[in-house]
């Protein structure tokens, strides 16, 4: 039986139809990014114009105070890194060594895929769920306190799916031919995955520990719950002394606040120059995640033309 051939006015038409579509696809994608942009832009411009007038050195070096004018965030910023240093410090390697330990060595079977499930749950918990675990695990259950301890671990704990996760995915975009030549050159399973393939998705892996931290820094529903204090009017110790031992863990036990909790307090309060010291340490904590995301997207990079 002949092959029927579509008239060309019909081709005319579906080629007329087909471009249009597309070309509707474009502007209604177009117009989701302009109007996501359109709303950051917005807060942004907001933050700078009432909080910009009151960023200088001193309200990086203050410390809190009654008096709006004299206020700074010296406590909330301080608190904010050594928070993510511990919360760094427990979920990287642990989250680094579970992704790898499922991607590499776990046997595919049911509990593994049970596993996947929960970590990926995990990964969408609500945050308050986590200040409710840490409050009962590290500041009731094991007698840490309202310490600078107990917060990092909480956000340990909240950020440790995401970065399995992100090492897993990592590992599973490394092409199958760089683990299998390994292997034929010798290579043990051990080794191949150290010096192979574990550098091919150390970018991968960066940027997912970057962007953890960055949530880690914005975090405030948890550290409410574990004891983050909303006016604190002294530094944590310094972890390094002058004298031997040289080196001091007293700061792990001593409270704390960070930059979100500071701003909530600010917020909280009467007149509009406490509103203008909230918007200012807002654009302080913008700032910080911004350079994060810029190293990510710096460090991603750079792995990737030194491996190429």
Known sequence: MPRLHPHPHARDRHRRRRKLRDRLADWIGFGSVAVVLSFLL??????????????????????????????????????????????MLVAVPLGVGAGVYMEEYAPQGGLTRILDVTIATLAGVPSVVFGLLGLALFVNGLDLGRS???????????????????????????????????????????????????????????????????????ETAPLILVGAVAFISFTPSPPILNAAPYLSLAWLHEPFTVLPMQMFNWVSRPGEAFRANAAAAGLVLLAVTVLLNAGAIFLRAHLRRKRS
Request: net charge neutral.
């Open 42 to 87: 917005a807060v942004i411009v907001q933050l700078a114009l009432t909080g910009a007038p009151r960023l200088n050195m001193d309200f990086l070096m203050n410390l809190p105070s009654s008096a709006p004018d004299r206020a700074g965030i010296l406590p909330a910023w301080i608190g904010s890194l050594m928070l993510a240093a511990v919360c």
């Open 148 to 218: 600078i301890l107990s917060g990092g671990l909480t956000l340990a704990l909240l950020v440790l799916p995401m970065v399995t996760l992100t090492t897993r995915e990592s590992l599973r975009a490394v092409h199958q031919d760089l683990r299998e030549a390994a292997l034929a050159l010798g290579a043990s399973p051990t080794h191949a995955v150290t010096s192979v393939i574990l550098p091919a998705a150390a970018p991968g892996i960066l940027t997912g520990v970057i962007l953890a931290l960055a949530r880690a820094l914005g």
